[in-house]
């Protein structure tokens, strides 16, 4: 029986995977892309949702006290690294697989409703649904099964690995998944607090969001 307190991080993040398989699922069986694009806000709203029906048991996400500017700018920076190596890891050893991308275009015209979902949903939800899991569960849980009482300064190099390698291989450009891994891991590391990964993480798919719209590059999406 899984404990109440890794279900609680599991969970939404079981629920996104969820609706990732959902939508190959339903492409194998012929639906167009385009057909499926009111999916993400189903997603986003459902992770959301579970997020705070459950935010009483995220002691991790309890506001830091005494966070100096510094380690704050750190996480800013630390996130426009890793935007800038997502997009130029390109090359064809560095992705695995084909990537659907996610195209908000309606007849040659922008979708704003759903470009500001998806925005609104990889800034704010992601980051918060993907760093309890990854960062917060998975790294200590691999240091030790009572995950809740490893100081993260504690995470140890093989637990850090672990995790950015699995982290690497959710995501189609590996390659940067990984390096995003360790950066948001080594964050945590350093920091001892959820929300510097989870800042750097929102920066990261912040702008890369904006990008995506600004370039038309919808397959990183």
Do not use: C
């Not at 339903?26 to 992770?47: C, D, H, N």
């Not at 607090?193 to 890369?208: C, E, K, R």
């Amino acid at each position: 029986m899984v404990d109440r307190t890794n279900l609680y991080r599991i969970a939404p993040f079981g629920a996104y995977v969820f609706f990732m398989i959902l939508e190959d699922v339903l492409l194998k069986f012929g639906w167009e892309p385009s057909e499926l694009r009111m999916l993400y806000a189903v997603k986003i709203t459902v992770v959301a949702g579970m997020l705070w029906a459950m935010r009483s048991a995220y002691s991790e996400l309890r506001w830091p006290g005494g966070a100096g500017l510094r380690i704050w700018f750190s996480a800013l920076v630390a996130g426009i690294v890793v935007f800038i190596a997502w997009i130029n890891l390109t090359a064809d050893w560095m992705v695995m697989g084909e990537a659907v991308g996610f195209d908000p275009r309606e007849n040659g015209e922008i979708d704003w409703f759903l470009v500001t979902v998806r925005i609104i949903g990889a800034a704010l939800v992601v980051p918060v649904m993907e760093e309890l899991f990854w960062r917060s569960f998975l790294m200590r849980w691999i240091e030790h099964s009572n995950f809740l009482a490893v100081n993260p300064a504690q995470i140890g190099i093989k637990a850090l690995g672990i995790s950015a390698v699995l982290f690497a291989l959710a995501h189609s450009l590996w390659f940067a998944g990984l390096f995003a891994g360790m950066v948001y891991g080594l964050l945590y590391m350093r920091s001892k607090t959820l929300w510097l990964p989870i800042l750097a993480h929102a920066v990261t798919n912040g702008i890369l969001g904006v990008w995506i719209v600004a370039t038309g590059n919808w397959g990183f999406w």
